[in-house]
């Protein structure tokens, strides 16, 4: 029986920001109900790759394909419907303060359904069950904890069933037993709802314990993509710096610094 195709597949994916290139030569792919943890330190390029998943970045170089559509050549009308494909909960949550939880929820469901107002409702609410916010959708925003926030958050990417769910940062700012409890929830939706996750994190143990394969990330270069025995066990340096938190040795290039201070901006 053959394998079923990736729902990610990045290659040879370079990125640019003005003349300083941040990507290198990015490749790998996603398969359906992986868990996919992209880990790597402050500057490793890892927001910037998430954008590119996201279609919110082209490709200055090479491609990113999403459900086989290349982001990179896609109409606007294709990524829209890619989009409508996947959920996105973002780092600090996003919930816009002037709504409701409830509201937050289900403005996906209002923005892209011609469902009645009813069934949004029971959508919306069925959601928040499923992150344990039950009772919640009256509340706002600015009455939640952080923890509260991510789960209200989570719902809201998961209340048009995507296929594909991105994670930024999802541990980011909690307390380690609220990190856990995030942690867990990620698997059940995994299991529960054969849902393909990919979450960007530099959060090491979170990491190793949802993870079925990590792809490593350092300077804009993929170090390793592998399970996380692997990743553990890797002989590359920098891998094991970041894995022991050893702070790393920047050689200076004198020149290149003279030159960063007096060269003219165009």
């Given at each position: 029986?053959?394998?079923?195709?990736?729902?990610?597949?990045?290659?040879?994916?370079?990125?640019?920001?003005?003349?300083?290139?941040?990507?290198?030569?990015?490749?790998?792919?996603?398969?359906?109900?992986?868990?996919?943890?992209?880990?790597?330190?402050?500057?490793?390029?890892?927001?910037?790759?998430?954008?590119?998943?996201?279609?919110?970045?082209?490709?200055?170089?090479?491609?990113?394909?999403?459900?086989?559509?290349?982001?990179?050549?896609?109409?606007?009308?294709?990524?829209?419907?890619?989009?409508?494909?996947?959920?996105?909960?973002?780092?600090?949550?996003?919930?816009?303060?002037?709504?409701?939880?409830?509201?937050?929820?289900?403005?996906?469901?209002?923005?892209?359904?011609?469902?009645?107002?009813?069934?949004?409702?029971?959508?919306?609410?069925?959601?928040?069950?499923?992150?344990?916010?039950?009772?919640?959708?009256?509340?706002?925003?600015?009455?939640?904890?952080?923890?509260?926030?991510?789960?209200?958050?989570?719902?809201?990417?998961?209340?048009?069933?995507?296929?594909?769910?991105?994670?930024?940062?999802?541990?980011a700012g909690l307390d380690p037993v609220v990190s856990a409890e995030l942690d867990e929830l990620i698997l059940r939706l995994r299991d529960a709802l054969r849902m393909t996750i990919v979450v960007v994190t530099h959060e090491l143990e979170s990491a190793f314990k949802i993870a079925d394969t990590i792809t490593v990330l350092d300077?804009?270069?993929?170090?390793?993509?592998?399970?996380?025995?692997?990743?553990?066990?890797?002989?590359?340096?920098?891998?094991?710096?970041?894995?022991?938190?050893?702070?790393?040795?920047?050689?200076?290039?004198?020149?290149?610094?003279?030159?960063?201070?007096?060269?003219?901006?165009?």
């Amino acid at each position: 029986m053959d394998a079923p195709a990736p729902l990610i597949e990045v290659t040879r994916l370079d990125a640019w920001y003005g003349r300083r290139q941040v990507l290198f030569g990015v490749d790998f792919t996603v398969r359906p109900g992986e868990i996919r943890v992209i880990m790597g330190g402050s500057g490793s390029g890892k927001s910037t790759l998430l954008r590119h998943l996201l279609g919110l970045q082209r490709p200055a170089a090479g491609s990113v394909r999403l459900f086989g559509v290349d982001l990179g050549r896609a109409s606007e009308r294709e990524l829209l419907g890619v989009r409508r494909r996947i959920g996105v909960s973002f780092q600090g949550g996003a919930l816009l303060t002037s709504l409701s939880v409830g509201d937050n929820v289900a403005l996906p469901l209002r923005e892209h359904t011609d469902l009645d107002e009813a069934t949004i409702r029971i959508m919306s609410r069925l959601k928040l069950e499923v992150v344990n916010l039950g009772g919640f959708q009256d509340l706002m925003p600015s009455q939640l904890s952080g923890g509260m926030v991510k789960r209200a958050a989570l719902a809201r990417a998961l209340v048009m069933d995507p296929r594909l769910l991105f994670f930024d940062e999802p541990s980011a700012g909690l307390d380690p037993v609220v990190s856990a409890e995030l942690d867990e929830l990620i698997l059940r939706l995994r299991d529960a709802l054969r849902m393909t996750i990919v979450v960007v994190t530099h959060e090491l143990e979170s990491a190793f314990k949802i993870a079925d394969t990590i792809t490593v990330l350092d300077q804009g270069r993929v170090l390793l993509t592998d399970s996380v025995a692997a990743v553990r066990a890797a002989d590359n340096e920098r891998i094991q710096d970041l894995l022991n938190r050893r702070p790393r040795e920047v050689p200076v290039d004198a020149e290149a610094y003279l030159r960063r201070l007096t060269e003219e901006r165009a």
